[in-house]
């Protein structure tokens, strides 16, 4: 049995999958805006927002079959992995554009200088 850590601010609970439950499907649960929102809405305290072990067990967990659980976290895996690609490939553009802003910039930049040089002389 795999068990799933969760860190809700300083505190560190130790989530154990059900017997019908797939590990990986319940980290992608308790991960989701889904219930993102939900703890955000159940914390407790005003400078130091805690979520207590009852909050958590209340969470209303979606529970598909194993086998649609499965499918779930592989179309999720599939998804996060083409999310991290064009992450990469915007970056890759992002510093694209800045070396050809900078090769431009310093081009138009030794053109005023040899303008200059020529006015000078």
Do not use: W
Not at 24 to 53: H, Q, Y
Not at 102 to 107: C, H, K, S, V
């Amino acid at each position: 049995m795999r068990i799933i850590r969760l860190c809700l601010g300083q505190r560190l609970m130790l989530i154990r999958a059900g017997t019908e439950t797939r590990a990986d499907f319940l980290e992608v649960v308790l991960n989701s805006p889904f219930i993102t929102d939900i703890a955000k809405a159940r914390t407790t305290g005003g400078a130091a927002p805690r979520v207590n072990m009852s909050t958590v067990r209340a969470y209303p967990i979606p529970l598909p079959p194993p086998t649609e659980q499965r499918r779930i976290v592989g179309k999720f895996n599939e998804l996060m992995a083409l999310c991290d690609r064009l992450e990469a490939s915007l970056a890759a553009a992002a510093a694209t554009r800045r070396h050809l802003l900078d090769a431009l910039l310093a081009e138009a930049l030794e053109q005023d200088d040899a303008e200059v040089s020529e006015a000078a002389e």
